[in-house]
């Protein structure tokens, strides 16, 4: 780090006050003025500036620095961290790449907490209090040396985030010796259950708990008592995210968690059969004394039908946040709840919304800031048949819901001129997401160059971009037309855009800001990939699968550079039972190619799928 | 049982392979193709086959890998012909033209005959470019949309919950909407 001049000129007094630091005593008023100012300097972007300033600031800021987020695990090591902040408060960490939330990536591809954890047991992280981990593999081992470390006992948030390979074993270490833990989030993540003791441990030991949740896992043995237990010691509870459990069970839960202010999960049973006398009993009865806390503001009750959906009546005025991926309504029974939901802000729901929810929404949901809308079953039986999005339910949620910040959505159909109307109307967006499914032959109006022109255009604070399309979706123009007008973007996915090599060429030489790129379905060639690389100046990740695979793989050594590593999962195909039909099918998993900044050499805990790209193999052909 | 084609001129007594008649080895062009056909053949067949290849690798799913663009072949079966000692024949089962053809042959052979036919596909697509790009569209739509995993549980669940609700349905003991309803 250069010394600036204008410390060089300062000659100030030894004694000048420091804020008590008792750090070196060449500093002046600058110091002192910073080292007031720095802990109001929280963006990882103006720290990192900040710290380039001069060899001092650099110090302040390293053990000042509270967070850090690692975008990607393998960049850096657990010593480079721990010598870089050591004063470090909450890390968060992300392993897989994000396609193994799809099923695209093996289980045991790597992305292990061990490393990490066994530097914080040891002591480098003497302040550290909040740990997330992202799409990695977690042992009960590991779980126990967490919660046997000094740092366990006063940590007070874990979240194992789409995370596997733990068992309830490990949680009940979590539970006997965490007993500062405010949060304790797993959802998602694919766990085994031993048996049912994890959560009564948590329940027992901790009084402070605010925030819990495993939502979305298969633990099925969860006692009711349990829950409620935790509601009634734990006064600050804010947030409960449960795997199925009878909703009509909870009732007491309910009651006794006076503070909260969000639920998820539960279920409602199958609907009891018809009895002897042929009367159908009220699928709602046993859930008519459901009574959610006062303060509740958000909600998703999984399997919630029609004849289910009153119990949310109550508590709709009151709702910001409703999530209905996993109920069982249908089109109608959407826009019956949404009309009743005003002051909603944050919305998740299948693509059986259909338009006409989207028209609800924009008509009495004007407030709406994050809107996610996900593949719902691609059986037309299985779903509403007015169950789907198009370009109709686009443009009057833009037209009428301004405050949207964050949308995401499987399309079945698309137009320019939809895009260009969130363009125009969506001033608010930061992170736009577009999928066009693949079911319907005919959409009505490809290539959306210029609607993706005109959606970025007007899009001015887009950080996060998507677009998922299908051949002759997007034009080597259009491709271009992104690169042109991405200027803050960071992240990336495209799917099957583009037409040959000069597009991805062409886009290259924009996106200034791009860090992470994600590509999927792409006609272009390994040269052109690798020259794409060298032209996005911010890039420091990229994945692609599906591209033009032609021959050896040695055009990528076009971008082989320091620190930057290149790991390669070879196509296969394999046999594997389709249980669908019930007979034998090929499976073809196209090849990966995973490149990124590392400053920790190449890591040596892949499995045999994986293939690191050596370029000394290519020297002597 | 599917008719044999002698695609490897094998019984004329030289390996020289014929000219493909497609300039494209369409392999690709129809998935649900290949399944229909694979369901036609002789399942006792397709068992071999399977049995061979995962019984000499660890992974979890079936069968030995096909890598499509690697040359290092590995296939699974029996050893190898080596000075004289004649070690154990596998089937090779080869998918071509709508039509499906068994071989007994050596590891080695098979591993021959492979390499022949990535050397046709390899030469076909330097030749024609149009061509190329067809099959690469072909082969790309092999790579569906997939579905976030947590919505691919939910929907299995939902079809299964259908299944419990309908008329015919009898309950086991391993019902597990049961379960939410026990204390």
Request: neutral net charge; proline residues 4%.
């Amino acid at each position: 780090m250069e010394e600036t001049n204008s410390k060089k000129k300062i000659n100030c007094t030894e004694g000048s006050s420091s804020s008590g630091t008792g750090s070196s005593s060449s500093s002046g008023p600058y110091d002192t003025v910073w080292e007031c100012v720095i802990p109001y300097v929280n963006d990882p972007r103006d720290r990192a500036a900040a710290s380039q300033v001069c060899k001092r600031w650099y110090a302040i800021d390293a053990i000042t620095r509270a967070h850090v987020t690692i975008a990607f695990c393998y960049s850096v090591t657990p010593q480079i961290l721990s010598r870089r902040f050591p004063q470090l408060e909450s890390l968060k960490l992300k392993g897989k790449p994000r396609a193994a939330m799809f099923n695209l990536i093996d289980e045991n591809w790597g992305g292990y907490v061990a490393p990490w954890l066994n530097q914080v047991a040891i002591g480098s992280f003497p302040k550290m209090k909040a740990l997330h981990f992202r799409r990695m593999i977690v042992s009960d081992a590991d779980l126990e040396t967490l919660a046997n470390s000094r740092t366990g006992k006063s940590l007070e948030v874990l979240k194992l985030d789409k995370c596997s390979g733990f068992s309830t074993d490990g949680l009940l270490h979590i539970g006997r010796l965490c007993r500062n833990l405010r949060t304790l989030y797993m959802e998602e993540s694919m766990l085994v259950e031993k048996d049912k003791e994890w959560l009564h441990e948590l329940a027992s030991n901790n009084s402070v708990l605010e925030n819990l949740n495993f939502y979305m896992t298969e633990l099925t043995q969860v006692k009711p008592g349990d829950i409620e237990l935790i509601a009634s010691r734990c006064k600050s509870l804010v947030s409960v995210k449960i795997s199925d459990c009878d909703i009509s069970y909870l009732v007491g839960f309910f009651r006794a968690a006076s503070s909260l202010e969000e639920f998820g999960g539960g279920s409602f049973s199958l609907p009891l059969q018809q009895t002897n006398e042929g009367v159908f009993s009220d699928p709602f009865e046993p859930y008519a004394g459901v009574a959610f806390p006062p303060k509740l503001c958000g909600l998703g009750l999984t399997y919630m039908g029609k004849a289910e959906m009153p119990v949310i009546y109550p508590v709709a005025s009151k709702l910001k946040k409703l999530d209905l991926l996993y109920s069982l309504l249908g089109t109608e029974d959407h826009c019956e709840l949404l009309k009743r939901c005003p002051n909603l802000e944050f919305l998740e729901a299948r693509n059986v919304i259909g338009d006409r929810g989207l028209e609800v929404l924009a008509q009495f949901c004007k407030g709406i800031k994050r809107l996610r809308i996900e593949r719902g079953a691609d059986e037309q039986e299985m779903e509403d048949v007015e169950g789907m999005v198009t370009q109709r339910g686009l443009i009057a949620l833009s037209q009428n819901c301004l405050e949207l910040e964050y949308l995401a959505v499987y399309v079945s159909d698309i137009t320019n001129s939809a895009l260009e109307c969130i363009g125009a109307y969506s001033k608010n967006l930061s992170d736009f997401r577009l999928v066009l499914l693949d079911r319907e032959e005919r959409i009505t109006d490809l290539p959306l160059d210029n609607g993706v022109r005109s959606l970025l255009k007007g899009c001015d604070k887009l950080r996060r971009f998507a677009l998922y399309l299908r051949p002759g979706g997007l034009t080597d123009v259009g491709l271009s037309y992104i690169g042109q007008y991405s200027p803050k973007i960071r992240w990336m996915l495209l799917g099957y855009v583009g037409e040959s090599d000069k597009g991805i060429i062409e886009f290259s030489k924009g996106c200034p800001s791009l860090q992470k790129l994600e590509m999927r379905g792409c006609c272009f060639s390994e040269r052109a990939l690798a020259m794409a690389v060298l032209g996005l100046t911010s890039l420091r990740y990229l994945w692609v699968q599906g591209y033009n695979a032609c021959g050896d793989g040695r055009d990528l050594l076009t971008m082989v550079r320091a620190n930057w590593n290149i790991e390669l999962i070879p196509a296969r195909r394999h046999f594997v039972h389709d249980d669908e039909r019930g007979t034998l099918a090929i499976a073809e998993d196209h090849a990966h190619i995973l490149a990124y900044y590392s400053l920790a050499g190449e890591r040596n805990d892949f499995p045999n799928s994986v293939r690191m790209f050596d370029p000394s193999a290519f020297r002597n052909t | 049982m599917a008719k044999s084609v002698d695609y490897l001129a094998m019984e004329n007594g030289s390996y020289i392979p014929p000219r493909p008649k497609h300039p494209n080895f369409q392999r690709t062009r129809s998935f649900r193709e290949i399944q229909g056909i694979i369901s036609k053949m002789n399942p006792e067949v397709v068992k071999s086959v399977i049995q061979n290849g995962s019984s000499s690798t660890n992974n979890k799913s079936f069968v030995s890998d096909f890598p499509l663009c690697d040359y290092t072949l590995r296939l699974s079966c029996g050893g190898d012909e080596k000075n004289g000692v004649k070690y154990s024949t596998s089937p090779l089962t080869i998918f071509y033209n709508g039509t499906v053809s068994v071989f007994h042959v050596s590891p080695q052979k098979a591993e021959d005959i492979l390499k022949f036919g990535e050397q046709a596909i390899h030469n076909s697509e330097i030749n024609s470019h149009g061509q190329q790009y067809q099959y690469l569209t072909q082969s790309l739509n092999d790579l569906p949309i997939t579905r976030r995993i947590s919505l691919q549980r939910f929907l299995e669940k939902r079809r299964e919950r259908l299944i419990m609700l309908s008329p015919y349905y009898f309950p086991t003991n391993n019902s597990n909407f049961n379960s939410s309803r026990k204390r």
